[in-house]
């Protein structure tokens, strides 16, 4: 089955820093990367997700590369703010598996 | 609208009783699914529905019971609580009965077995 694994599992950066987390993935056939962000005593929301026909997208601070050759993928966020403070986990599917399968998380640390 | 609603919020069992974990959804969403976190281990799927009276084990089924009845509701039960069940479980949903649709998650349920 699947295998998704997060690096780093925490990062610590200054506020208006850039911050990158990194996934790889074990199946090919895995077509669908999402990236939740979860914040204290709360459950994951999505911020932004991947296509496997897709090679980057971007929405505002926030972008995802995908490299399907390597398998891997990555959130990149740009201008860090003390609201970005949390834990990201990334995820991965494939349409006919009906199973997401998540990495690890990434406590992320915004110093001011 | 409330999205997914998850009760109880907080839960101490001891070794050997059973509970249920209930889940609701009001957005009409076909595709639920719970999760367990632990630290360091990510979300890993327990069960999951793709539409009302249709089930399926994800990851970590083992000592967990699921049913799905309507669409709206995804009650977790455990059969008999062991202390290796001691975690945060999530419940999602999302729309058009798949996973690759962003999932509308709950806030959890944070349970502690003695």
């Known amino acids: 089955g699947e295998n998704v694994e997060q690096h780093p599992s925490t990062l610590s950066v200054q506020e208006g820093d850039s911050a990158v987390i990194k996934c790889t993935y074990s199946?090919?056939?895995?077509?669908?990367f999402p990236w939740y962000k979860q914040e204290l005593g709360k459950g994951p929301q999505l911020i932004i997700d991947?296509?496997?026909?897709?090679g980057e997208k971007k929405d505002q601070r926030i972008a995802v590369t995908l490299n399907k050759t390597a398998k891997h993928f990555s959130l990149h966020i740009t201008e860090t703010q003390p609201e970005d403070s949390a834990v990201y986990f990334c995820?991965?599917?494939?349409?006919?598996?009906?199973?997401?399968?998540f990495g690890q998380g990434t406590r992320l640390t915004i110093n001011p | 609208n409330a999205g997914v609603t998850q009760t109880p919020k907080f839960q101490v069992l001891k070794t050997g009783q059973s509970m249920t974990l209930q889940c609701a959804q009001d957005m009409n969403h076909e595709y639920m699914s719970w999760y367990r976190q632990d630290p360091g281990m990510g979300l890993r799927l327990i069960h999951y529905?793709?539409?009302?009276?249709?089930?399926d084990q994800g990851e970590v089924p083992n000592g967990y019971n699921v049913s799905r009845s309507t669409t709206e509701d995804f009650p977790l039960r455990l059969l008999s609580a062991a202390p290796s069940q001691t975690s945060v479980y999530f419940c999602?949903?999302?729309?058009?009965?798949?996973?690759?649709?962003?999932?509308?998650f709950g806030d959890g349920t944070r349970l502690s077995i003695l």
């Open positions: 991947i296509r496997s026909n897709v």
């Open positions: 199946d090919s056939a895995s077509n669908y």
């Open positions: 999602a949903s999302s729309s058009q009965g798949l996973s690759n649709q962003p999932q509308h």
């Open positions: 995820a991965a599917s494939r349409e006919e598996a009906q199973k997401l399968v």
């Open positions: 529905s793709v539409g009302a009276g249709i089930t």
